[in-house]
């Protein structure tokens, strides 16, 4: 329990940070102590070990559950993907912590598109296992139309959004890459939000609460890429810290949802 | 035994996993799945639903802590286990 408030507290405070750095760009306090430098090397240090409690916590999840329990491959599936994170994250925080910068792309984004499809086959796996499970959470069917509508939903908000990131001046790479992360969190997406359907059938119960956790971090992180893509076609770079504090609120509510979880299995 | 008084209970040992509603739900559904619709319902039909209940919480929670939930269930409506 202290190590939860404890883990709960340090994420609030790094991304309060995050947040008053973008309101208040130019207070002292930024100038003087917290400078560009230290703030990365602390959202950098404060992501990579909140991917880690998750990634640690999923892998008990799996370990916990019988060889035949429908959930445990894609809990297993979901640990690899935050360890894929976490990787990535681990030699972008080397960076920040090195050189005080955050170089992109960089071999850290190999693993974070390596995390992608782990993820999003884990999602769909929770499905399909939860709704194979026997109770009322809505029939496949159901579920194929609520994943079309989305799908159809986001081809149209991903072509407005990131048509015009192809075609910013910047090398291809960059420029790939920068349209290919909100592009895989708009797919990630559609089985998260069917995700979100079945949870909310739970309400008032602890899967619930360990559901609700998970899913307002895994929102939450499509949510900081969507936005950080916004802000690139924007051309808005005085809102990246709302980014990194979107990212560790949502790092923290991915590792509270799999703790909330390795709590209901033991 | 009393159909109701039964499910009532399931429901009241369930809903701190499953939430209150979905905890009725899916008593009732597993109910209608197994024909069970009478005003009574025998340690039989007791004992499937409750193995209903099992296998689906076993998903959610593991196999050990939904066995755990299935024999307080057990011991609150009084239904033997059937070998």
Known sequence: MKGRIAFVVWGALAA??????????????????????????????????????????????????????????????????LLAFALGQAVLSTYQVLLGSSPYPSIGDAFFLCAYPLLIAAAFGFVRAYREAGYPVGTAGEHAALGIVMAATFAALGYKLLSPILAMEAPLGERLLTAGYPALDFVWLIPLLVLLRIAAGF???????????????????????????????????????????????????????????????? | MERAAVVSQIVQILSPYLGGTMAEASARAHCEKLGISGATITREQAEALIGKIASGLAVFIGREKAGAVVEEIRKAVGAEKVA
Request: hydrophobic share 55%.
């Open chain 1, 16 to 81: 309060a940070l995050f947040v008053t750095k973008a309101l208040a760009p130019g207070a002292a306090i930024f100038r003087d102590l917290l400078t560009e430098g230290v703030m990365l090397r602390i959202g950098g240090a404060t992501k990579l070990v909140f991917l880690l409690v998750g990634w640690r916590f999923a892998a008990r999840n799996a370990a916990s559950l019988d060889a035949d329990n429908p959930a445990r491959p894609p809990w297993r599936l979901f640990a690899w993907g």
């Open chain 1, 203 to 266: 309400r008032g119960g602890q899967i619930f609460r360990a559901w609700a956790f998970l899913l307002i971090g895994t929102v939450s992180q499509c949510a900081g890429d969507i936005f950080y893509a916004y802000l690139a076609v924007m051309g808005q770079t005085g809102l990246d810290p709302i980014v990194d504090a979107t990212y560790i609120v949502s790092y923290l509510f991915v590792g509270l949802g799999t703790m909330a979880h390795y709590e209901l299995l033991k």
